[in-house]
């Protein structure tokens, strides 16, 4: 037993990032990035499998992600009001649309629109 590693431990309920970093043989979330996250949003703790594994509540984006995972690839999740955004409503009022053109940039078509 390794006397320096501290016992990590969740309890049902509980909100914990998920790890993002593939490991060979399984699906990507995202295509990997140098600046992409490490752990990707909390998600809720349904069910404790083993002393090592649990069940995740997992967005429906991620059905294609089997639901049971690692300790080793869960972080607990601090509750901070930081993490929360706020953003404030823009409100635009458009007097005219002078131009309007589209661009191709590789296969994506792109539109653009010049407003007073």
Known sequence: MDKRRIPIEFQVG??????AVPMKGVIRFSKREKLNPRYIRPFKILERISKV?????????LAYVHKVFH??????YATDPSHVLHQEPVEV???????????TLGNKLISRVKVL
């Not at 594994?53 to 984006?61: H, Q, S, T």
């Not at 009022?93 to 661009?103: G, N, P, S, Y």
């Open 71 to 76: 300790i080793l690839m869960l972080k607990k």
């Open 93 to 103: 009022h458009t007097v005219q649309i002078l131009a309007r053109e589209e661009k």
């Open 53 to 61: 594994a649990y069940r995740l509540a997992l967005l429906p984006e």
């Open 14 to 19: 509980d909100l914990v990032f998920l790890k």
